[in-house]
Nanobody, 129 residues
Framework: QVQLVESGGGLVPPGGSLTLSCAASGITLDYYAIGWFRQVPGPGKGREGVSCILSSVGETHYTGSVKGRFTISSDIAKNTVYLQMNSLKSEDTGVYYC????????????????????WGQGTQVTVSS
């Protein structure tokens, strides 16, 4: 049974930092693309891909608004993917989900998908003073 469990969310002031973790079980990161997606509040706001990683080849992708501020990484031994978020802004507020898809897709295309094989339950990130 595949499980993705996110942790590390919370309330942080603008300019602060958080590190999210996605602990995977039932899959091996070497054979899956993993991504962080967020659902931001507000009408008509869809779920967007924030950052994705293909651990087998070390490929990463970031959406434009987080480049230079967020860093995605994976620990194969721990079967865990991390998202280090620095210089957080109010517009980063949302529910962050970890998702996985088997295979080695184009990482940018993977990050643009809305339907994936497995999703975690999400962790809330609130950036507010």
């Amino acid at each position: 049974q595949v499980q993705l469990v996110e942790s590390g969310g919370g309330l942080v002031p603008p300019g602060g930092s958080l590190t999210l973790s996605c602990a995977a079980s039932g899959i091996t990161l070497d054979y899956y693309a993993i991504g962080w997606f967020r659902q931001v509040p507000g009408p008509g706001k869809g779920r967007e891909g924030v950052s994705c990683i293909l651990s087998s080849v070390g490929e990463t992708h970031y959406t434009g608004s987080v480049k230079g501020r967020f860093t995605i990484s994976s620990d194969i031994a721990k079967n865990t993917v991390y998202l280090q978020m620095n210089s957080l802004k109010s517009e980063d507020t949302g529910v962050y989900y970890c998702a996985a898809m088997r295979g080695s897709p184009n990482i940018e295309a993977f990050c643009a998908r809305t339907e994936l094989d497995y999703w975690g339950q999400g962790t809330q990130v609130t950036v507010s003073s």
